[in-house]
Protein backbone atom coordinates (compact mmCIF):
# COMPACT_ATOMS: atom_id res chain seq x y z
CA UNK A 1 0.00 0.00 0.00
CA UNK A 2 1.25 3.25 -0.91
CA UNK A 3 2.01 5.96 1.51
CA UNK A 4 0.44 9.03 1.12
CA UNK A 5 2.27 12.64 0.28
CA UNK A 6 1.97 13.64 4.26
CA UNK A 7 3.32 10.55 5.13
CA UNK A 8 6.25 12.10 3.90
CA UNK A 9 5.80 15.75 4.69
CA UNK A 10 7.68 15.84 7.47
CA UNK A 11 10.69 13.18 7.35
CA UNK A 12 12.87 13.01 10.12
CA UNK A 13 16.81 13.79 8.76
CA UNK A 14 18.63 12.16 12.12
CA UNK A 15 21.76 12.44 10.70
CA UNK A 16 23.91 14.17 7.63
CA UNK A 17 25.75 11.68 5.24
CA UNK A 18 28.24 10.00 7.52
CA UNK A 19 31.31 11.06 5.19
CA UNK A 20 30.72 14.51 5.33
CA UNK A 21 30.89 15.28 8.97
CA UNK A 22 29.07 18.60 9.46
CA UNK A 23 28.51 21.09 11.67
CA UNK A 24 25.41 21.28 13.79
CA UNK A 25 22.86 23.45 12.98
CA UNK A 26 21.77 27.29 13.67
CA UNK A 27 19.30 28.09 16.29
CA UNK A 28 16.10 27.47 14.89
CA UNK A 29 14.75 31.09 15.56
CA UNK A 30 17.75 32.29 13.31
CA UNK A 31 16.04 29.85 10.05
CA UNK A 32 18.62 28.68 7.37
CA UNK A 33 18.13 31.98 5.70
CA UNK A 34 19.18 33.77 8.83
CA UNK A 35 21.94 31.28 9.58
CA UNK A 36 26.09 32.39 10.01
CA UNK A 37 27.34 34.08 7.39
CA UNK A 38 31.15 33.69 6.41
CA UNK A 39 31.65 37.21 8.35
CA UNK A 40 33.22 36.10 11.45
CA UNK A 41 30.43 33.65 12.26
CA UNK A 42 31.37 30.42 9.73
CA UNK A 43 34.24 28.85 8.86
CA UNK A 44 34.40 28.22 4.44
CA UNK A 45 35.86 24.91 4.12
CA UNK A 46 36.08 21.81 1.47
CA UNK A 47 37.16 19.18 4.37
CA UNK A 48 34.42 18.56 6.11
CA UNK A 49 32.71 17.94 2.08
CA UNK A 50 33.07 14.41 0.26
CA UNK A 51 35.12 14.04 -1.70
CA UNK A 52 34.63 12.64 -5.42
CA UNK A 53 35.98 9.60 -4.33
CA UNK A 54 34.04 9.17 -1.23
CA UNK A 55 30.80 10.06 -3.14
CA UNK A 56 31.79 6.90 -5.58
CA UNK A 57 32.54 4.23 -2.42
CA UNK A 58 29.51 5.89 -0.78
CA UNK A 59 27.32 4.95 -3.84
CA UNK A 60 29.23 1.34 -4.37
CA UNK A 61 28.36 0.30 -1.10
CA UNK A 62 24.75 1.37 -1.16
CA UNK A 63 24.04 0.01 -4.60
CA UNK A 64 25.28 -3.52 -2.89
CA UNK A 65 23.07 -2.85 0.27
CA UNK A 66 19.88 -1.76 -1.73
CA UNK A 67 18.11 -4.75 -4.20
CA UNK A 68 15.83 -1.86 -5.89
CA UNK A 69 19.10 0.68 -6.68
CA UNK A 70 21.02 0.34 -9.70
CA UNK A 71 24.61 2.25 -10.32
CA UNK A 72 25.51 3.31 -14.23
CA UNK A 73 28.62 5.27 -15.57
CA UNK A 74 27.01 7.36 -18.01
CA UNK A 75 30.17 9.07 -19.26
CA UNK A 76 33.14 10.90 -18.19
CA UNK A 77 34.11 14.41 -17.33
CA UNK A 78 37.15 16.47 -19.07
CA UNK A 79 39.61 14.81 -16.78
CA UNK A 80 38.45 11.55 -17.05
CA UNK A 81 36.45 10.51 -14.28
CA UNK A 82 33.15 8.95 -14.13
CA UNK A 83 30.02 10.33 -14.09
CA UNK A 84 27.38 8.17 -12.66
CA UNK A 85 23.97 7.82 -12.17
CA UNK A 86 21.52 6.29 -9.56
CA UNK A 87 18.57 4.31 -10.80
CA UNK A 88 15.41 3.12 -8.85
CA UNK A 89 13.15 2.23 -11.82
CA UNK A 90 10.87 -1.22 -11.42
CA UNK A 91 8.69 0.01 -14.07
CA UNK A 92 8.82 1.72 -16.99
CA UNK A 93 5.37 2.58 -16.68
CA UNK A 94 5.31 4.48 -13.69
CA UNK A 95 6.04 8.22 -12.98
CA UNK A 96 9.64 9.08 -13.15
CA UNK A 97 11.60 12.22 -11.63
CA UNK A 98 15.22 13.14 -12.52
CA UNK A 99 17.40 14.89 -9.67
CA UNK A 100 20.93 16.68 -10.94
CA UNK A 101 22.76 17.69 -8.33
CA UNK A 102 26.28 19.93 -8.98
CA UNK A 103 26.42 21.19 -12.70
CA UNK A 104 28.30 23.62 -10.70
CA UNK A 105 31.30 22.69 -8.70
CA UNK A 106 31.04 24.65 -6.04
CA UNK A 107 27.66 23.98 -5.50
CA UNK A 108 27.83 20.82 -3.37
CA UNK A 109 25.22 20.62 -0.20
CA UNK A 110 22.59 19.32 -2.97
CA UNK A 111 24.71 16.60 -3.12
CA UNK A 112 24.95 15.42 0.10
CA UNK A 113 21.41 16.06 0.51
CA UNK A 114 21.22 13.57 -2.56
CA UNK A 115 23.27 11.26 -1.23
CA UNK A 116 21.62 11.33 2.17
CA UNK A 117 18.43 10.38 0.13
CA UNK A 118 19.44 7.69 -1.56
CA UNK A 119 20.34 6.09 2.02
CA UNK A 120 16.73 7.07 3.19
CA UNK A 121 15.88 4.70 0.37
CA UNK A 122 17.28 1.99 1.59
CA UNK A 123 15.37 -1.10 3.09
CA UNK A 124 13.19 -0.59 6.55
CA UNK A 125 13.28 3.57 6.01
CA UNK A 126 11.15 5.45 3.41
CA UNK A 127 11.81 2.38 0.64
CA UNK A 128 7.68 2.61 0.36
CA UNK A 129 8.23 5.36 -1.74
CA UNK A 130 9.64 3.67 -4.91
CA UNK A 131 5.97 1.48 -4.93
CA UNK A 132 4.76 4.40 -7.14
CA UNK A 133 7.35 6.49 -8.65
CA UNK A 134 10.87 5.38 -10.62
CA UNK A 135 13.59 7.89 -9.36
CA UNK A 136 17.09 9.17 -11.37
CA UNK A 137 19.47 10.96 -9.62
CA UNK A 138 22.93 12.51 -11.74
CA UNK A 139 24.63 13.78 -8.21
CA UNK A 140 28.14 15.45 -8.84
CA UNK A 141 27.41 15.62 -12.68
CA UNK A 142 30.91 18.53 -12.85
CA UNK A 143 33.57 16.41 -10.67
CA UNK A 144 36.42 18.15 -12.07
CA UNK A 145 35.13 21.48 -10.77
CA UNK A 146 34.32 20.12 -7.40
CA UNK A 147 37.69 18.68 -6.93
CA UNK A 148 39.50 21.74 -8.42
CA UNK A 149 41.07 19.66 -10.69
CA UNK A 150 41.01 22.23 -13.57
CA UNK A 151 42.55 24.02 -16.61
CA UNK A 152 42.81 27.14 -15.15
CA UNK A 153 44.04 28.76 -11.55
CA UNK A 154 41.32 29.02 -8.84
CA UNK A 155 43.36 31.79 -6.96
CA UNK A 156 41.63 34.39 -4.63
CA UNK A 157 39.17 31.22 -4.05
CA UNK A 158 37.81 31.33 0.03
CA UNK A 159 37.73 27.79 1.12
CA UNK A 160 40.03 26.12 3.49
CA UNK A 161 40.32 22.80 3.21
CA UNK A 162 42.09 20.26 1.16
CA UNK A 163 40.61 21.58 -2.15
CA UNK A 164 38.90 24.58 -3.99
CA UNK A 165 35.77 23.99 -5.71
CA UNK A 166 34.75 25.87 -8.86
CA UNK A 167 31.24 26.75 -10.79
CA UNK A 168 33.21 25.64 -14.14
CA UNK A 169 33.94 22.38 -15.50
CA UNK A 170 37.67 21.94 -16.31
CA UNK A 171 37.72 23.65 -19.87
CA UNK A 172 36.35 26.76 -17.92
CA UNK A 173 33.25 26.38 -19.55
CA UNK A 174 29.58 26.50 -17.03
CA UNK A 175 27.52 23.53 -17.62
CA UNK A 176 24.73 24.47 -17.25
CA UNK A 177 24.65 27.42 -20.48
CA UNK A 178 25.59 24.36 -22.73
CA UNK A 179 22.23 22.65 -22.87
CA UNK A 180 22.10 23.28 -26.63
CA UNK A 181 25.05 23.05 -28.05
CA UNK A 182 25.82 20.49 -25.51
CA UNK A 183 30.17 20.37 -26.48
CA UNK A 184 31.11 19.27 -22.75
CA UNK A 185 31.36 15.50 -22.10
CA UNK A 186 29.49 16.07 -18.95
CA UNK A 187 26.63 17.88 -20.45
CA UNK A 188 26.86 15.50 -23.88
CA UNK A 189 26.71 12.21 -21.00
CA UNK A 190 23.60 13.77 -19.81
CA UNK A 191 21.47 14.56 -22.60
CA UNK A 192 22.71 11.33 -24.31
CA UNK A 193 22.43 8.54 -21.48
CA UNK A 194 19.53 10.19 -19.53
CA UNK A 195 17.51 12.49 -21.36
CA UNK A 196 17.32 10.83 -24.44
CA UNK A 197 17.56 7.35 -22.81
CA UNK A 198 14.70 7.29 -19.96
CA UNK A 199 11.07 8.63 -20.40
CA UNK A 200 11.45 11.28 -17.54
CA UNK A 201 8.13 13.10 -16.34
CA UNK A 202 9.96 15.15 -14.04
CA UNK A 203 12.96 17.15 -13.22
CA UNK A 204 14.44 19.39 -10.37
CA UNK A 205 17.68 20.68 -11.16
CA UNK A 206 19.70 21.51 -7.48
CA UNK A 207 22.06 24.08 -7.26
CA UNK A 208 23.48 27.12 -4.68
CA UNK A 209 23.31 30.92 -5.00
CA UNK A 210 24.81 33.43 -3.11
CA UNK A 211 23.95 34.29 0.80
CA UNK A 212 22.32 37.91 0.77
CA UNK A 213 19.16 37.06 -1.65
CA UNK A 214 15.57 37.98 0.35
CA UNK A 215 11.82 37.56 0.43
CA UNK A 216 10.15 40.65 2.20
CA UNK A 217 12.81 41.16 3.96
CA UNK A 218 14.27 38.20 5.44
CA UNK A 219 16.93 36.07 3.66
CA UNK A 220 15.99 32.96 1.63
CA UNK A 221 17.08 29.52 2.56
CA UNK A 222 16.64 28.93 -1.20
CA UNK A 223 14.84 29.65 -4.34
CA UNK A 224 12.73 27.79 -7.21
CA UNK A 225 11.39 28.87 -10.34
CA UNK A 226 9.56 26.81 -13.21
CA UNK A 227 10.57 27.12 -17.00
CA UNK A 228 10.53 30.81 -18.38
CA UNK A 229 11.09 30.32 -21.71
CA UNK A 230 8.24 31.18 -23.99
CA UNK A 231 8.63 28.19 -26.47
CA UNK A 232 7.72 25.68 -23.00
CA UNK A 233 4.63 24.12 -23.48
CA UNK A 234 1.86 25.32 -20.67
CA UNK A 235 0.90 21.82 -20.06
CA UNK A 236 4.63 21.43 -19.08
CA UNK A 237 4.65 24.76 -17.41
CA UNK A 238 1.82 23.97 -14.99
CA UNK A 239 3.23 20.72 -14.42
CA UNK A 240 6.29 22.39 -13.25
CA UNK A 241 4.26 25.27 -11.02
CA UNK A 242 2.67 22.07 -9.61
CA UNK A 243 6.06 20.51 -8.37
CA UNK A 244 6.96 23.73 -7.41
CA UNK A 245 4.08 23.78 -4.89
CA UNK A 246 4.83 20.48 -3.45
CA UNK A 247 8.41 22.05 -2.15
CA UNK A 248 7.15 25.27 -1.50
CA UNK A 249 4.46 24.07 0.45
CA UNK A 250 7.01 21.54 2.53
CA UNK A 251 10.10 23.58 3.09
CA UNK A 252 8.36 26.70 3.78
CA UNK A 253 6.25 25.60 6.47
CA UNK A 254 9.01 24.09 8.45
CA UNK A 255 9.51 27.04 10.71
CA UNK A 256 13.33 27.14 9.41
CA UNK A 257 13.07 27.36 5.22
CA UNK A 258 11.92 30.41 3.70
CA UNK A 259 11.54 30.76 -0.22
CA UNK A 260 11.47 32.55 -2.51
CA UNK A 261 11.08 33.31 -6.52
CA UNK A 262 14.20 32.61 -8.34
CA UNK A 263 15.01 35.57 -10.63
CA UNK A 264 15.91 33.77 -13.38
CA UNK A 265 16.22 34.56 -17.54
CA UNK A 266 14.30 32.67 -20.67
CA UNK A 267 17.41 31.36 -22.38
CA UNK A 268 16.85 27.63 -23.38
CA UNK A 269 20.60 27.23 -23.18
CA UNK A 270 19.77 26.91 -18.82
CA UNK A 271 18.32 23.42 -18.02
CA UNK A 272 15.72 24.54 -16.51
CA UNK A 273 14.32 26.09 -19.90
CA UNK A 274 16.44 23.85 -22.10
CA UNK A 275 15.02 20.16 -21.11
CA UNK A 276 11.59 21.39 -20.40
CA UNK A 277 11.28 22.22 -24.40
CA UNK A 278 13.44 20.12 -26.06
CA UNK A 279 12.10 16.87 -24.45
CA UNK A 280 8.66 18.36 -22.85
CA UNK A 281 9.74 17.50 -19.10
CA UNK A 282 8.37 19.41 -15.93
CA UNK A 283 11.30 21.20 -14.72
CA UNK A 284 12.47 23.21 -11.51
CA UNK A 285 15.23 24.82 -10.67
CA UNK A 286 16.27 24.66 -6.72
CA UNK A 287 18.40 27.42 -5.77
CA UNK A 288 20.05 26.61 -2.03
CA UNK A 289 21.41 29.68 -0.26
CA UNK A 290 25.10 29.79 -0.15
CA UNK A 291 27.76 28.29 -2.34
CA UNK A 292 30.91 25.46 -1.03
CA UNK A 293 33.68 28.14 -2.13
CA UNK A 294 34.06 31.42 -3.90
CA UNK A 295 36.02 34.19 -5.15
CA UNK A 296 33.43 36.92 -3.56
CA UNK A 297 32.69 36.23 -0.07
CA UNK A 298 29.06 37.58 -0.72
CA UNK A 299 28.28 33.76 -2.08
CA UNK A 300 30.08 31.94 -0.04
CA UNK A 301 28.65 30.52 3.26
CA UNK A 302 29.73 29.42 6.78
CA UNK A 303 29.84 25.70 7.41
CA UNK A 304 27.77 26.08 10.64
CA UNK A 305 24.71 26.37 8.28
CA UNK A 306 25.34 23.26 6.12
CA UNK A 307 23.33 20.72 8.54
CA UNK A 308 20.48 22.39 7.36
CA UNK A 309 20.69 23.11 4.05
CA UNK A 310 21.27 19.16 3.88
CA UNK A 311 18.08 18.45 5.61
CA UNK A 312 16.01 20.96 3.33
CA UNK A 313 17.21 18.87 0.19
CA UNK A 314 16.69 15.70 1.75
CA UNK A 315 12.88 17.27 2.18
CA UNK A 316 12.59 18.45 -0.88
CA UNK A 317 13.41 15.38 -3.00
CA UNK A 318 11.76 13.50 -0.42
CA UNK A 319 8.32 15.29 -0.39
CA UNK A 320 8.19 15.99 -4.50
CA UNK A 321 9.12 12.27 -4.70
CA UNK A 322 6.31 10.80 -2.48
CA UNK A 323 3.30 13.19 -4.11
CA UNK A 324 4.63 11.75 -7.54
CA UNK A 325 4.10 8.21 -6.06
CA UNK A 326 1.07 8.92 -4.70
CA UNK A 327 -0.68 11.21 -7.55
CA UNK A 328 -1.48 13.79 -4.87
CA UNK A 329 0.63 16.14 -7.50
CA UNK A 330 -1.77 16.41 -9.84
CA UNK A 331 -3.94 18.23 -7.16
CA UNK A 332 -0.94 20.81 -5.84
CA UNK A 333 -2.78 23.85 -5.90
CA UNK A 334 -0.66 26.39 -8.32
CA UNK A 335 -2.27 29.86 -7.30
CA UNK A 336 0.48 30.22 -4.66
CA UNK A 337 3.49 31.56 -7.74
CA UNK A 338 0.76 34.93 -8.33
CA UNK A 339 1.19 35.71 -4.78
CA UNK A 340 5.26 34.57 -4.16
CA UNK A 341 7.46 37.71 -4.26
CA UNK A 342 10.65 37.42 -6.79
CA UNK A 343 13.45 37.67 -4.21
CA UNK A 344 15.83 40.83 -4.55
CA UNK A 345 19.78 40.97 -3.21
CA UNK A 346 20.60 43.14 -0.11
CA UNK A 347 23.51 45.20 -0.89
CA UNK A 348 27.15 43.88 -1.16
CA UNK A 349 25.86 41.06 -3.82
CA UNK A 350 25.73 40.86 -7.50
CA UNK A 351 22.68 39.37 -8.81
CA UNK A 352 22.55 35.80 -8.82
CA UNK A 353 23.26 33.19 -11.75
CA UNK A 354 21.73 30.20 -12.47
Known amino acids: MRKSLATFRTVAV ?28 GQITTSKLATYDQMVSFLKDQDARQSAMELEVIGQTVK ?45 KSADILDGVNILIVPMLN ?34 RDHVAKIQPETQALHNNVMRKYKIDYMIDLHHQGTRSERHGKLVSGSILYPTTPNADPAVVEKSKQLGAVVFHNVDSTGWGH ?9 ETIS ?7 YGIATLLFE ?6 HYLDGYALGLRSNGY ?46
Open 14 to 41: SGVLALAVVAGPAPLAKAVGEGPNYDGN
Open 80 to 124: GRDIHLVKYISDPAKPTILYLTQQHGNEQLTTEGALEFVKHLGPG
Open 143 to 176: ADGAMGDVNFPLDGYLAKGDRHMTRYNAEEVDLN
Open 259 to 267: LGKYAGGSA
Open 272 to 278: RNGIAVE
Open 288 to 293: MRGMSD
Open 309 to 354: LIKQTVTTLTATAAAIADGSIAAADTSFWDSLATQTSRPGEEADDE
